[in-house]
């Protein structure tokens, strides 16, 4: 929950902790888009005067959330005398665990290519165990235990939101905006598709080439032309008409695709326009880029 003291009625300070591979940056990301300060990878030693600085800051900051994990090494120890010292300040907070079963945490480790903070020696699978280990008291201690196991990313989205969103009504409809490449495939959740391959290609400019839609300059690019702006007002206008018979209909989340060639440049660049569209009409939108990364 926010960084207030017991008694006050507003704010959270939420830290995220779990197993690796388990979904924290995710969760981080979701809270993020949500309005929440967040803070990777903080030492817990540090978090008591942190949460006393926010509390200074004259309610700028009211939303914190850190992710806290094995990554900190040897400083992770201090996370339980760090909790302790919250309460005894009289901070209202909130754990958040999420966790996978070994499988599936096997598999996207091996997806992702990433090394396991805990291998040394041995496998994944070994580092794994020794992590559940480490993790037993913290989890023994969180007040929302997730089991990401089998959860895709939308649904995961959807259930963080019904547990942190402060407007019921908003946390009734999600709407997650994907971009994507039609080379990679098409989201295979996605309930409307929009083609932007029609748009100026930013891959054609030079400067351009090896940044995202995620760069200003990208994005200003995309949208300096009047194609793209008056395919925009029509985009908004049509989700705008559309959005609340889907509310109407009882259903809970909407994925929208928006797909460019790549998924690098201009998906980008109009999921982002786009969600920040959605956002001024107090929709709750998550925003993802699934194939950013990938260079050909």
Same mark, same amino acid.
């Given at each position: 929950? /926010?960084?207030?003291?017991?008694?006050?009625?507003?704010?959270?300070?939420?830290?995220?902790?779990?197993?690796?591979?388990?979904?924290?940056?995710?969760?981080?990301?979701?809270?993020?888009?949500?309005?929440?300060?967040?803070?990777?990878?903080?030492?817990?030693?540090?978090?008591?005067?942190?949460?006393?600085?926010?509390?200074?800051? /004259?309610?700028?900051?009211?939303?914190?959330?850190?992710?806290?994990?094995?990554?900190?090494?040897?400083?992770?120890? /201090?996370?339980?005398?760090?909790?302790?010292? $919250?309460?005894?300040?009289?901070?209202?907070?909130?754990?958040?665990?999420?966790?996978?079963?070994?499988?599936?945490? &096997?598999?996207?480790?091996?997806?992702?290519?990433?090394? @396991?903070?805990?291998?040394?020696?041995? !496998?994944?699978?070994?580092?794994?165990?020794?992590?559940?280990?480490?993790?037993?008291?913290?989890?023994?201690?969180?007040?929302?235990?997730?089991?990401?196991? =089998?959860?895709?990313?939308?649904?995961?989205?959807?259930?963080?939101?019904?547990?942190?969103?402060?407007?019921?009504?908003?946390?009734?409809?999600?709407?997650?905006?994907?971009?994507?490449?039609?080379?990679?495939?098409?989201?295979?959740?996605?309930?409307?598709?929009?083609?932007?391959?029609?748009?100026?290609?930013?891959?054609? &400019?030079?400067?351009?080439?090896?940044?995202? =839609?995620?760069?200003?300059?990208?994005?200003?690019?995309?949208?300096?032309?009047?194609?793209?702006?008056?395919?925009?007002?029509?985009?908004?206008?049509? $989700?705008?008409?559309?959005?609340? @018979?889907?509310?109407?209909?009882?259903?809970?989340?909407?994925?929208? !695709?928006?797909?460019?060639?790549?998924?690098?440049?201009?998906?980008?660049?109009?999921?982002?326009?786009?969600?920040?569209?959605?956002?001024?009409?107090?929709?709750?939108?998550?925003?993802?880029?699934?194939?950013?990364?990938?260079?050909?």
């Amino acid at each position: 929950m /926010d960084v207030l003291a017991k008694g006050e009625s507003k704010g959270r300070f939420v830290i995220i902790t779990g197993l690796s591979g388990a979904g924290k940056t995710q969760a981080m990301r979701f809270l993020e888009d949500l309005g929440y300060f967040c803070v990777d990878n903080l030492p817990p030693a540090l978090i008591p005067a942190f949460a006393d600085l926010c509390r200074k800051a /004259d309610g700028r900051i009211s939303r914190i959330a850190l992710v806290v994990d094995v990554r900190g090494g040897e400083f992770f120890a /201090d996370l339980n005398e760090a909790l302790d010292r $919250l309460d005894e300040m009289g901070f209202i907070h909130q754990i958040l665990f999420l966790e996978a079963d070994d499988e599936t945490l &096997v598999r996207r480790y091996k997806e992702t290519r990433r090394r @396991h903070p805990l291998m040394s020696e041995g !496998g994944v699978e070994e580092a794994i165990s020794r992590e559940r280990k480490r993790l037993e008291d913290i989890r023994g201690r969180a007040s929302k235990i997730v089991d990401t196991t =089998g959860l895709t990313p939308a649904k995961f989205r959807q259930k963080l939101l019904q547990m942190f969103s402060e407007d019921r009504d908003i946390a009734r409809f999600m709407i997650s905006v994907v971009s994507f490449g039609f080379k990679h495939g098409l989201p295979l959740d996605a309930d409307l598709v929009f083609d932007v391959r029609f748009l100026p290609n930013p891959q054609y &400019v030079t400067s351009l080439r090896s940044s995202d =839609g995620l760069n200003p300059r990208v994005s200003d690019y995309v949208f300096k032309w009047p194609l793209t702006r008056s395919f925009m007002r029509r985009l908004t206008g049509f $989700l705008e008409f559309l959005i609340p @018979h889907y509310i109407n209909e009882g259903k809970t989340q909407l994925v929208i !695709g928006i797909g460019c060639t790549g998924g690098r440049h201009r998906s980008v660049a109009v999921a982002e326009r786009l969600a920040a569209f959605l956002r001024t009409k107090r929709r709750a939108v998550i925003v993802e880029h699934r194939d950013v990364d990938k260079v050909d």
